[in-house]
């Protein structure tokens, strides 16, 4: 335990050496991969395959095919109605679209936004590989910091694991429309993107949309306690972390207490509607709560069948 917590303060001191890294990559591989068997079998893939249809063949027309699938062009020129035959998709592409500004460090309780990010990420990745799908990265804050192609693999796996431990922003800012614009632009194959943030930006709805128009995205909301509700300790100096302004606040204060509340409430529901209109999923995770248990009722939701 005392080597775990030591691990864990090196990351979030910046300070991890190799043998760091690979220790807690190894303890990544073998959670997620315990979890991946154990409680995630045949969720992720019934969740997430099917979703989609590739283009296999034409074939004459006959007796109960579907007539929107007719292709009028192969018929006119055989002479005879022909239709397109599809197929289920065999191979995913996974996004994973990684929020690394500043405010991601915090954390009160267990553990940071960045390191329960960072485990979700691992264990949906692993869950990937697992299904011989494609998994590819876009760490971003106000710009994109790096950017990972999709790729299948253990050893693809093992380096976005790594990335993720490690990867250190440019810029403290975050600007979730420029990564969305980013993937859209990026990626033009129908992939399954999860975008990991606080979502605690401005309006990004346009992004947004056309994403949800051509992938299957779902927003993992990751927060802190005290993202919503201020500790009562008198006056106390507070600091932005992505701007690095500082001020004095009163935390007694209930109208102060109410407002820093009521922000937080207005942020949650404009990301709500922002993912509502978009057709896209939300989920919340809080720092000091279980993921697995949020993750494993979204898969559970996804394998019901659409009455």
């Known amino acids: 335990m005392k080597s775990k917590k030591r691990v864990n303060a090196a990351i979030a001191n910046n300070t991890l050496s190799v043998a760091d890294i690979l220790k807690k990559v190894k303890e990544l591989e073998i959670r997620s991969k315990k979890l991946t068997t154990n409680l995630f079998t045949g969720e992720y893939h019934t969740a997430f395959k099917g979703r989609g249809m590739v283009f296999k063949e034409v074939r004459e027309y006959s007796a109960g ?73 876009i760490f971003f804050s106000d710009k994109i910091e790096f950017y990972i192609p999709p790729k299948k693999g253990k050893e693809h796996v093992l380096y976005v694991v790594r990335e993720l431990l490690t990867v250190q922003p440019k810029s403290k800012g975050t600007n979730l429309n420029e990564a969305v614009r980013f993937f ?27 994403a949800g128009n051509r992938h299957d995205v779902i927003g993992i909301k990751v927060y802190d306690k005290m993202d919503m509700d201020l500790p009562e300790i008198g006056m ?43 057709g896209a999923d939300l989920l919340y995770l809080r720092t000091d709560e279980d993921y697995v248990k949020v993750l494993q009722k979204f898969f559970l939701k996804r ?5």
């Open 65 to 137: 095919d579907d007539v929107r699938f007719i292709d009028w062009n192969v018929s006119a020129r055989m002479g005879a109605p022909f239709s397109k035959l599809f197929e289920e998709e065999r191979e995913l592409t996974m996004m994973l679209l990684v929020d690394i500004s500043a405010s991601s460090l915090f954390g009160t309780v267990q553990q940071r936004k960045k390191d329960l990010i960072t485990e979700v990420c691992a264990v949906l990745a692993f869950s990937a590989v697992t299904n011989n799908d494609k998994v590819g990265v």
């Open 184 to 210: 859209n632009n990026a990626v033009k194959q129908k992939s399954i993107a999860f975008i990991l943030s606080d979502f605690m930006v401005e309006q990004y709805d346009d992004p947004l949309r056309i």
């Open 303 to 307: 394998k019901k069948p659409v009455k």
């Open 236 to 278: 106390t100096q507070v600091r932005d972390a992505e701007t690095g302004k500082t001020q004095w606040i009163d935390t007694n204060d209930k109208m102060v207490q109410y407002n820093y509340h009521e922000q937080f409430v207005l942020n949650e529901e404009a990301c709500r509607l922002s993912f509502l209109k978009s």
